[in-house]
Each structure stands twice: as C-alpha cells, then as structure tokens.
T-cell receptor
Framework: DSGVTQTPKHLITATGQRVTLRCSPR?????VYWYQQSLDQGLQFLIQ???????AKGNILERFSAQQFPDLHSELNLSSLELGDSALYFC??????????????FGEGSRLTVL | AQRVTQPEKLLSVFKGAPVELKCNYS??????LFWYVQYSRQRLQLLLR??SRESIKGFTADLNKGETSFHLKKPFAQEEDSAMYYC????????????FGTGTRLKVLA
C-alpha cells in the first residue's frame, strides 16, 4: 500500500508519559501535516513539514514536538501527557508542487487514550 | 487569522431533497478552498476544490469572495451521501497552514 500509513493505530498510556506517533507519507510526497481530532473539535492543525523542514505551525503545545526525517517519514512526540491529550491524531501528506497546496491524503489515524 | 466556520454540526435531509452545507472562511489573502468527506469506516478524502470548479458525485461548491463563503450543494441528496463533511482552507504562500472546519455530519433519510 503506497498510501499514508500511521502507527500505532491505538495506544493507551498513563498521564505523565511520553509517546511517539509515526507517519509514512505517500511515495513521492514531500509534505507531511499533523492534526489532532478531539471530540467535537474538528481537525486542529498542529504542524507541517516540507522535505525535512518545518514550514507551518498551528496550535501545537510546547509538550508536543515533531520532525521529518531524510526518508520523509515523520514522528510526532507527545510528552507529559494529560487526560485532555486523548484524541485521534491524523497525518496527511501532499506533493505540494508550486504555489498550490493541493490535495491532502490522510492516514487512518492513531487513537491515543490517556488514563 | 485563518479560520473556517461550519455552523451546522448535523444536517438531516430526506432522500431527493436539496442539500446545502455551509462554510464561511476568514483569510486576508487568496486562499485555496476544499471540501473533504469521510464516509463510515473510510479515510478522510478530498471531495472537491474551488480551483477545479468541477462537480463530484453531484456536489458543487462556489467560492463567494464577497461573502467569504464556500457552501457545498447538491440538488438531490442520496442515502450514500451520508457522511462527515469538512471544509478546508489552505494558504500556499505566507503561512502555509491548511486548516479545517469542525465538520458537518450529513444524514440522508430514506
């Protein structure tokens, strides 16, 4: 499957812990986006990377960080977890050529539950 | 600041009735606007974008810069249209953010 893949699909952890969510973009896509979806909150934009560099930042908490590696996969690190961090975390990728951002291709998401 | 507003969380219509899902945006430049759809047990996927001005699955959306709106319309709803719909705005220059509204769940009743 050459689509966007996210691991793990489900993760249950305790408050105060740290987790890493992983995303592999579509083959050839240089841009990776991370979103958080909490109940009734829609998709909250967290951060975007383009070819290894941070390009845009949204409402990402200081306890969260991300990076994109030379092979273009990306990781979202969530630390000092709180109950309110429980959410579905989506990764999306796009080819983003030229001035148009274009279509985002989404992964299935990683569901994080903080107990 | 960039913002996308979808005022309706849930919209229920009968099969064959017209559908309009509202989307208003706030952005000072020239945005790209999109509608994404998520069917049950499927990934979020692009439905249509304002640049292409096309009709997908009978849906159309017109960008109204004066009213800063990008409402999604379909003249005759089908049961298979039942899904979660998200309006999105992208800025390919300047901020490069790609933001979504809170979504509207469309239920088409038989």
């Amino acid at each position: 499957d050459s689509g966007v893949t996210q691991t793990p699909k489900h993760l249950i952890t305790a408050t105060g812990q740290r987790v890493t969510l992983r995303c592999s973009p579509r083959s050839g896509d240089l841009s990776v986006y991370w979103y958080q979806q909490s109940l009734d909150q829609g998709l909250q934009f967290l951060i975007q990377y383009y070819n290894g560099e941070e390009r845009a930042k949204g409402n990402i908490l200081e306890r969260f960080s991300a990076q994109q590696f030379p092979d273009l996969h990306s990781e979202l690190n969530l630390s000092s977890l709180e109950l309110g961090d429980s959410a579905l975390y989506f990764c999306a990728s796009s080819s983003q050529k030229g001035a148009n951002t274009g279509e985002l291709f989404f992964g299935e998401g990683s569901r994080l539950t903080v107990l | 600041a960039q913002r996308v507003t979808q005022p309706e969380k849930l919209l229920s219509v009968f099969k064959g009735a017209p559908v309009e899902l509202k989307c208003n945006y706030s952005y000072s430049g020239s945005p790209e606007l999109f509608w994404y759809v998520q069917y049950s047990r499927q990934r979020l996927q692009l439905l249509l974008r304002h640049i292409s001005r096309e009709s997908i699955k009978g849906f159309t959306a017109d960008l109204n810069k004066g009213e800063t709106s990008f409402h999604l319309k379909k003249p005759f709803a089908q049961e298979e249209d039942s899904a979660m719909y998200y309006c999105a705005l992208s800025s390919a220059s300047g901020t490069y953010k790609y933001i979504f509204g809170t979504g509207t769940r469309l239920k088409v009743l038989a």
